[in-house]
């Protein structure tokens, strides 16, 4: 099997190594003609606005779309996420395109800014039930987006509870100070819908395969 790992900027040798690591072959893809010798595609995490960038210098968006609309498996991580999504909010000035199919709203940097980056324990009930192992994963979570909805046939495969008072503006999670806690709202970060599959973390990072598996 040869996955194609989008190559234009982010963390594609990442992917690439992971593939690897379990025995698949993970090629580079630039160019719009690559795309036809690869059976599916990882698009990985990166800058989305930079990576859309190169994207439409490569003339990749209308050959990225026919891949998805043959419903072939494409797995969008952070970046790769905002790439699928049918719509997102917080972009930068002049927006940026998008591939789309995924049936969801995401918003670019839900969770603020480079310096925000966490890792957390994450409840993964679906991916456990489906591939064994244990209940959580371990998310690491870079300027990472969030889906802030999803339509009819989006399967939800992950949430992370933040607080709630933490209040989304225009481009960026924005904190009350508040002297009581708030109560927790769970914003989703990981979603499927058919063959495409989306999270907002980075399992590139983790030693934990069941992503790449389920993909
Ligand atoms: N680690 C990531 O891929 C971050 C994505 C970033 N929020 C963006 O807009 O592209």
């Not at 992971?18 to 995490?45: F, M, W, Y």
């Not at 990166?46 to 990576?51: L, Q």
């Not at 603020?112 to 064994?132: K, M, R, T």
């Not at 709202?185 to 990981?190: F, P, R, T």
Request: proline share 6%.
């Amino acid at each position: 099997m040869v996955v194609g790992v989008l190559a234009l900027q982010g963390s594609f040798n990442e992917h690439i190594a992971a593939l690897k690591r379990l025995g698949v072959k993970g090629v580079e893809i630039r160019k719009p003609d690559q795309l036809q010798n690869v059976s599916s595609l990882i698009i990985p995490g990166g800058e989305s606005t930079t990576m859309a960038r190169l994207a439409e210098y490569h003339n990749l968006f209308p050959a990225l779309r026919e891949f998805v609309k043959m419903g072939k498996p494409v797995w969008g991580t952070c970046a790769g996420l905002i790439f699928l999504a049918n719509k997102a909010v917080g972009q930068k000035l002049g927006g940026q395109e998008l591939v789309g199919g995924l049936d969801c709203t995401v918003h670019r940097n839900f969770f603020g800014s480079q310096i925000q980056s966490f890792e957390a324990e994450l409840s993964v009930p679906a991916l456990a039930s489906q591939e064994g192992g244990p209940e959580t994963f371990r998310g690491v979570f870079i300027r990472a987006p969030a889906v802030l909805d999803v339509g009819p046939d989006v399967d939800v495969l992950a949430d992370y509870p933040v607080p709630s008072n933490k209040v989304l503006y225009s481009s960026s999670t924005v904190e009350i100070q508040e002297e009581n806690a708030m109560p927790e709202k769970k914003v989703i970060v990981a979603v499927r819908q058919g063959n495409l599959l989306g999270t907002a973390f980075h399992p590139e990072l983790t030693a934990d395969t069941r992503w790449y598996i389920i993909f």
